[in-house]
């Protein structure tokens, strides 16, 4: 190892009088182009509502009709700018960054083409519980405080403009199915039906103040918090939970598929380039995902007879469901079980990963307003929530297959090392593109195994169900969406091929029929980065380095499967070079 990393380093001293070259003319029109439009799009979106949103703002987003179609045409200027540049007189990192840049602008105007902004939420995510990110903020200085009541009073205005979307939506019938919204309304309930403004998770930020602010300041601030909680929160809940009651729902469509909306053919094609970032059709993914299935049910097989078990998949199934064991008998006890799991991924991670990233996480339970509808766990720069809501839903084998996902080396880990890269423009660095992120979170599940973090068979059954979760994913989206299953063939499938409880199975489900085409990010990308690894392992022989596989996959930050692939063919042949370097 030692030989073949001291040739790399040879090979990148060569190769640096190029990267050292004067950037070209294309170079300099190409960053005055994305750093324009990036500023102007933090402007847009980084406003209270976003959770890395900028403390000083004092507004939410502008979320109507007339800003959609600002944005459509300043991302459609931009597209037309892009097409003016030579991408072939571009260095190689802006050859890179054009690849992932391009694709980007193109989801998002496509998105407001489509009109997706008239549907902005699902049975998963909300753009009222997402308020909730505003808690989470920084709070330094009474700037800051003064800024986030003025936010607080902005949510009538800001839910007013989603109604208004939301009713345009209804009357194409372009909306969430009414099958999935049954208690959907319980997160808006619970800070509609508030009597003390107090109670709010808003008054969260009031709670502990930092002593830098004089005390009867503070009182002040508190007294502002609470009057804007009292006259524009609590009042801006209920006037959509009145909403969502009374005209949502009775008016929502019954249909499943997001091919029977208006214009839903386009808007399925558009949601899986999006997620995917792959030109595959429905038909594809459908039939990728059934050979993944039947593959993943025979490893699932070989486990269980591991164990000794006495009786058929369905059998073993029903006993990880129901065995006490299994469970945690408080929330406390289930995140204790998730930190003994991280720390031990921190004992090994470094024979694994080379450089590791200097951002940490930590691990906090799920709101509670929203933990009934939420998925087991979510993670992201600096923090992993973990959902102890329903603990018999919540099985102790998954929890290292989850953990490894959403924390190291999984999402916290990658996009704290995207943060890092400091050479990379802002978009890159702050963005997340579904196919790569959830790719990588489902291989460092299956990695999890090489790292010795599955000790006993039923852990290792809990990744296998979890890698099963997501091949079946591909056979539901496309089933509900293009093929015309039913909410029950689509439970069934998932409850018979997985050991997932009842609880989960359903709001899975109802989150792939809410939300086209996300789920299939997660296997597409897992397949496309073990299929790059193996590559690279066949082709290098004794010379492949896992570490710096890693960190030729992770260096890019977040990319589009297709531009992984080239990047990944480069690294190989560089390090073939390198290996041969006397």
Partial sequence: MTRFLTACLLALCLAAPAAWAQPSAADAAFQAIHEKEWAWRQA?????????????????SDVSAEAQARRL?????VLAELDTIDASALSEQNQVSLAVYRPQLEALAANIRLGAYEMPFNSDSSFWSSLGFMTR?????????QAYAARLRDVPRYFDQQIVNMRAGLARGFSVPRAVLDGRDVSIAAVADLDDPEQASFWDPYRNMPASIPAAEQEALRAEGRAAIADAVIPGFSTLLSFFRDEYVPQARTTLAAEAMPGGEEFYRAQIREYTTLDLSPQEI???????????????????ATTGFEGDFDAFLH??????????????ELLNHAAWIAKR?????GRFFDPLPRGRFTIIPVPDDIAPFWTAGRGGRGTYWLNTYDLPSRPLYNLPALTVHEADPGHAFQAALALEQEEQPEFRRNSYISAFGEGWGLYVEKLGKEMGIYETPYQDFGRLTYEMWRAARLVIDTGVHHLGWSRDQALAFLRDNTALSEHEVTTEVDRYISWPAQALSYKLGELKIWELRHQAEAELGSDFDLPAFHHAVLSLGSVPLPVLEEQIHAFIAESKAAAQTP
């Fill in 137 to 145: 903020g920084q709070f330094n200085s009474a700037r800051d405080y």
């Fill in 345 to 349: 991924v921190d004992g090994v991670i």
């Fill in 73 to 77: 045409q300043m991302w459609e200027s």
């Fill in 44 to 60: 847009e979106y980084g406003r209270g509502d976003a959770a890395d949103a900028d403390p000083s703002s004092a507004t939410l």
């Fill in 286 to 304: 459908h039939d990728i995902g059934l050979g993944e299935v039947a593959r993943i049910r025979a490893e699932m097989d070989e486990v269980i």
């Fill in 319 to 332: 006993f990880l469901r129901t065995d006490p064991q299994f469970y945690a008998k408080t929330p406390q």
